[in-house]
């Protein structure tokens, strides 16, 4: 997904929006960079209408025409412009699948076995140097 005019799919935030409220919002309507950017929310499924053209037609030379229908903000539109956290989507992924689960279990396991040991004997060995020090210094 890319190009989305933001600024537009926010209009939908406050539903149902119609094309008289996106006229009232200072939107040029029959502009062809609005037209296209409209019909690219419609294609990403970004929005929903009561209607199959979302109010949108064209005459046979390709003039626009619109009417007024409610236009909605579909569930992914919603994710699109109130994103949720990284770590839920990423966390959802890993647990709806098993190939992924897998992979990060094994990670996990490789980790804690191979990595952690080492570190926690690393880490003990610096604390017996300080404490060396600590008794030569008490001398």
């Given at each position: 997904?890319?190009?989305?005019?933001?600024?537009?799919?926010?209009?939908?935030?406050?539903?149902?929006?119609?094309?008289?409220?996106?006229?009232?919002?200072?939107?040029?309507?029959?502009?062809?960079?609005?037209?296209?950017n409209?019909?690219?929310?419609?294609?990403?499924?970004?929005?929903?209408?009561?209607?199959?053209?979302f109010?949108?037609?064209?005459?046979?030379?390709?003039?626009?025409?619109?009417?007024?229908?409610?236009?909605?903000?579909?569930?992914?539109?919603?994710?699109?412009?109130?994103?949720?956290?990284?770590?839920?989507?990423?966390?959802?992924?890993?647990?709806?699948?098993?190939?992924?689960?897998?992979?990060?279990?094994?990670?996990?396991?490789?980790?804690?076995?191979?990595?952690w040991?080492?570190?926690?004997e690393?880490?003990?060995?610096?604390?017996?140097?300080?404490?060396e020090?600590?008794m030569?210094?008490?001398?």
């Open positions: 997904m890319h190009d989305i005019d933001m600024k537009l799919l926010k209009c939908f935030v406050q539903e149902p929006t119609d094309i008289n409220k996106l006229i009232d919002l200072g939107h040029d309507h029959f502009n062809p960079k609005f037209i296209r409209f019909q690219n929310l419609i294609n990403n499924n970004l929005i929903s209408s009561n209607s199959a053209t109010g949108l037609s064209f005459s046979a030379d390709k003039v626009p025409s619109w009417t007024a229908v409610d236009i909605y903000l579909t569930d992914k539109g919603r994710d699109y412009v109130f994103p949720k956290k990284q770590h839920k989507i990423i966390l959802k992924l890993i647990t709806e699948n098993p190939t992924i689960a897998t992979i990060v279990g094994v990670l996990l396991a490789f980790v804690l076995t191979f990595l040991p080492k570190q926690v690393s880490e003990s060995n610096s604390s017996e140097t300080n404490s020090k600590v030569i210094s008490d001398k």
